[in-house]
């Protein structure tokens, strides 16, 4: 059972994962243990409430892919379990943060005291850049 909030939570048959084996160096060890974790989860099969479906499937995310299926490869760690627990953390986190509604912008204008402020201090700086030459006689 992964928690995603309070009220949302998937159950572990809606995540598919299978071990493979790891790339990169490690010797001997990386040939004969499956310890990389291949983690695949549908979006569209899911339980997740249609909100996070929505913006799951709209995010331009390279794991994501056109079928709208996650996919998570975790091989970080040298264990099956670790890394099984690194994907779904990762799944977990990446669902968490479609949950999240930004705060809309306002735009605002600048006061005029702020520009004032700031012709100031660029007629400052350039003062001081037109005394760095040469002194005439």
Do not use: C
Not at 22 to 28: E, H, I, K, L, T
Not at 81 to 101: H, P, W
Not at 119 to 126: N, Q
Request: zero cysteines; hydrophobic letters at 35%.
């Amino acid at each position: 059972m992964l928690t995603i909030s309070q009220t949302v939570s998937l159950s572990d048959d809606e995540i598919e994962i299978s071990y493979i084996r790891a790339q990169g160096a490690g010797g001997q060890n990386v040939n004969k243990v499956s310890s990389a974790v291949h983690l695949r989860f549908d979006i569209q099969a899911s339980s997740l409430p249609d909100f996070y479906k929505e913006r799951l499937l709209a995010l331009k995310d390279s794991r994501i892919t056109k079928d709208g299926v996650i996919v998570i490869k975790g091989q970080q760690f040298r264990t099956q379990e670790k890394n099984r627990d690194d994907a779904l953390s990762r799944l977990q986190e990446m669902i968490k943060s479609v949950g999240v509604v930004q705060k809309a912008r306002r735009a605002t204008k600048p006061t005029k005291a702020s520009q004032r402020r700031r012709v100031d201090g660029k007629t400052l700086r350039g003062k001081t850049k037109s005394m760095r030459g040469k002194v005439q006689m």
